[in-house]
């Protein structure tokens, strides 16, 4: 049913429908001028790219409502880099997966961790653009304060995600439960509301959301997992020419310093 959901929402985006719940979606085009800028296809070619809504530093809707984050920032930096046309789409985790796995979007950043098991199931990902950890998060005031606490207890994970298998990974060898949420807000109000004693998260993420929204959950020592690294997908070979521009201004954009200085807008 969340995959049937999923894919009539991105049906819907994708034929021009109005949805509610869909997010921003950024359009930019990069100087046909760029250094960088190849001739042909590629600057005739909007790419579509998909991403989540809410996972903050990442990607997140500020005050201003302005679709910020340190992926759309890359995705800007590397486009203006490469002199390619896209179109960010803000569909939400599953939805950005479903678009790109049946052809509507050609390629995703959502914070996505590079493991075996999704480029085993067709993922083709780009070099790590971020290496993160993800940890379990309690309410202020809580007793859960190692992994053994957890006992009995019920854990809140996202679908999907470096974290829900970090939480699976654990819970027979701890004895908790797992509730499986579509997205990170409604995942935090559940430990919130005392429903869960702990959530998992991206470490970054979860640092930004207790900052800047004022959450009362706090992070434990010692109850996070090894760094993995983010990557940028593509799910059909076609897209090939996509992948090898992102790898490209990758690399160009941190030998210029401008890779640190987005990093440092939203981590410090």
Known sequence: MKKFLALTLCTALMTGVVLTGCGSANKKEAADNSPNASSGTTNA????????????????????????????????????????????KSLGWDAAVAAVQVGQADGLIAGATIKQERIDSGWIFSEGYYNATQTFVVAEGSDIKSFEDLKGKNV?????????????SL??????????????????????????????????????????????????????????PYGF???NKDNQELLDMFNAGLANIKANGKYDEILNKYLK
Request: glycine share 8%.
């Open 45 to 88: 070619k909007t790419w579509i790219i998909a991403t989540d809504t809410v996972f903050k530093p990442f990607e997140y809707t500020n005050e201003k409502n302005e679709f910020v984050g340190i992926d759309v920032d890359l995705v800007a930096a590397i486009a203006e880099d490469q002199g390619f046309k896209y179109d960010l």
């Open 156 to 168: 809140a994970v996202k679908n999907g995600t470096a974290g829900a298998d970090f939480a699976n």
């Open 171 to 228: 819970k027979d060898q701890y004895g908790f439960t797992v509730t499986v949420f579509e997205d990170s807000p409604t995942m935090y109000q559940d430990v919130l509301l005392g429903n869960s004693v702990a959530c998992v998260e991206d470490t970054p993420i979860m640092a930004a959301s207790i900052k800047e929204g004022g959450l009362k959950l706090t992070i434990p020592e010692g109850m996070e997992s090894e760094g993995a």
């Open 233 to 235: 997908a593509i799910m």
